[in-house]
């Protein structure tokens, strides 16, 4: 769905490239995930250090294996200072809008996994169209 509604917006992009950029960005995200809960997991359970600090670790390392998939692969792009600079940048307003939306449901006194369903939903759109838009241009 989020895929006709892009190509309606911007009739401009090669439907057969932008899907498999999408593909590409969604496996990596998943494969990135992965990383960041298992570095978390092992940082928590065996180096015993505290939660959020293992997830800031993780979120580090996760970060930068995630910069080097997605523009080797995901966007086929050279790695280059500029585009990591812009990578670090949408990280950082992806992390700003999770927050954000799930702060803003807790306000809204909805219950937790509404505010993480907002945020799978609304974070990796907007960040995969800020790379393909900007990162990568």
Do not use: E
Not at 44 to 67: D, E, K, Q, R
Not at 74 to 95: A, M, T
Request: net charge positive; aromatic share 18%; glycine share 6%.
């Amino acid at each position: 769905m989020f895929h006709y509604y892009v190509l309606l917006m911007f009739p401009m992009i090669d439907n057969s490239l932008f899907t498999i950029k999408i593909l590409r960005f969604a496996i990596s995200g998943l494969f990135v995930t992965g990383i960041h809960v298992l570095i978390a997991t092992i940082l928590i359970s065996f180096i015993l250090i505290t939660p959020s600090l293992a997830n800031g670790v993780a979120f580090v390392v996760a970060t930068l294996f995630s910069y080097l998939i997605n523009t080797l692969w995901s966007f086929s792009n050279p790695l280059h200072r500029r585009n990591l600079y812009r990578f670090i940048l949408v990280s950082f307003i992806g992390l700003f809008l999770s927050m954000s939306i799930s702060g803003a449901a807790q306000y809204g006194g909805l219950h937790y996994l509404y505010g993480i369903a907002f945020v799978v939903c609304i974070v990796p759109a907007v960040t995969f169209l800020l790379h393909n838009f900007w990162t990568y241009q």
